[in-house]
């Protein structure tokens, strides 16, 4: 039997929608001879800095470089605690190490995200920073942190998987002092390679980021702090704010195809993400929990449906960070247990109903 499969992410579709708008960008960089910063990222900042509702976007080359930045930019440095979830893209973790602070990290909620009741644990006098990342595209509760460490810890937000929520009429990304974002092509707005913003009502931090990714200076030759390369590029920029306008329209969607897998695995023996208030989720992913896991992960690769775990291994569990002394098996039992029980499954603009019933279908078969 000739089964079609179903990728786990597909852009064919988000680029179709905007490749004239693409082309024709493309082809007026090509022209100018200006290929890094310049016009096009100094417009892409502005709309998305509408967009978000803030006063400061600073494209930088990717989110991880956006993470160390905001807190390089911030003054986050060695001797200072900064406390992140124990499930996270690594690159979360990655960048408190690389500006030389200490991580601590925290149990995460039945919601995969950072728990404020494990924040209130883990804070000490050194703490200097909270880094709640909006994992799969849901809020964290960032509210709940700040009433929690006041007004002299900074809050990081990691917006990478968010662009385009909102709570309360907030942005992600807008919540707290300042906020890294990635543009990572899988990204809900992707660009065509790596790129990512710092964003900020900030000006201070963001006048430092803009220094920091271009060499310490913002003009050539001028080298004020020391810096580093992390610009942001005109091609990318024209990708990003012809995909900023279909993004509402996209994470939309994104919710219509939630609300479906919701309501056809709605059985025993799944657990499906519990439905937050309605801006409050962009699903970058949409992610159940299973008791058998690798079995049905296994079933369903077989069966040609694209699947994924976000993520493995918890923080403190990855060998790149065995030596940092964050904790062992049993530290973060929530994460942990997590860890073993979630699968990602197919989620994007362009994902049709056919598609997504083969996919309900696969999984409901290998659940039995
Ligand atoms: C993608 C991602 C990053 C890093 O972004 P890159 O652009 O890949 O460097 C950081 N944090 C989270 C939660 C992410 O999903």
Do not use: C
Not at 89 to 103: K, N, P, Q
Not at 191 to 212: F, M, W
Not at 272 to 295: C, G, K, S
Not at 347 to 356: D, H, K, N, S
């Amino acid at each position: 039997m000739l089964v079609q499969s179903v990728p786990m992410l597909d852009l064919g579709h988000q680029h179709r929608l905007v490749a004239d708008e693409v082309a024709e960008g493309f082809a007026r960089v090509l022209a100018s001879n200006s290929y890094v910063l310049g016009r096009e990222v100094e417009q892409f900042e502005r709309e998305y800095g509408d967009y978000l509702g803030l006063a400061h976007v600073v494209g930088v080359g990717n989110g991880t470089d956006a993470l160390e930045l905001a807190l390089a930019a911030a003054g986050v440095g060695p001797g200072d605690e900064v406390v992140i979830p124990a499930n996270t893209f690594v690159a979360t973790a990655e960048a408190v190490v690389r500006v030389g602070a200490t991580l601590r990290l925290v149990d995460v909620t039945d919601d995969h995200l950072i728990d404020p009741a494990e924040v209130a644990l883990a804070l000490s006098s050194r703490t200097r920073a909270v880094i709640p990342v909006h994992l799969y595209g849901r809020i964290a509760d960032v509210a709940a942190i700040r009433r929690l460490v006041g007004p002299d810890v900074l809050i990081v937000e990691d917006a990478a998987q968010s662009q385009g929520a909102r709570t309360a009429g907030r942005a992600a990304g807008a919540l707290g002092d300042v906020a890294a974002t990635s543009f990572y092509p899988g990204k809900n707005l992707g660009a065509y390679g790596d790129a990512g913003a710092v964003t900020t009502n900030d000006a201070g931090i963001a006048d430092r980021v803009r220094a920091l990714r271009n060499h310490g200076g913002t003009a050539r030759y001028e080298h004020r702090i020391v810096g580093s390369n992390s610009r942001l590029d005109s091609l990318q920029a024209v990708v990003l704010s012809a995909k900023l306008r279909h993004l509402d329209a996209w994470n939309a969607e994104r919710r219509v195809l939630a609300a479906r897998y919701r309501q056809g695995l709605a059985r025993p023996g799944i657990t499906v993400p519990t439905a937050p208030e309605y801006e409050a989720h962009v699903y970058h992913q949409f992610v159940v929990e299973l008791d058998d896991r690798n079995r049905v992960f296994a079933e369903l690769v077989a069966a040609g449906i694209g699947v994924g775990i976000h993520y493995p291994t918890p923080v403190h569990l990855l060998p790149a960070f065995a030596s940092a002394g964050l904790g062992g098996v049993g530290d973060f039992p929530r994460a942990e247990r997590q860890a073993g029980r979630i699968l990602s499954l197919p989620i994007y603009p362009g994902l049709t109903e056919r598609a997504q019933d083969r996919v309900i279908a696969s999984l409901l078969e290998a659940i039995g």
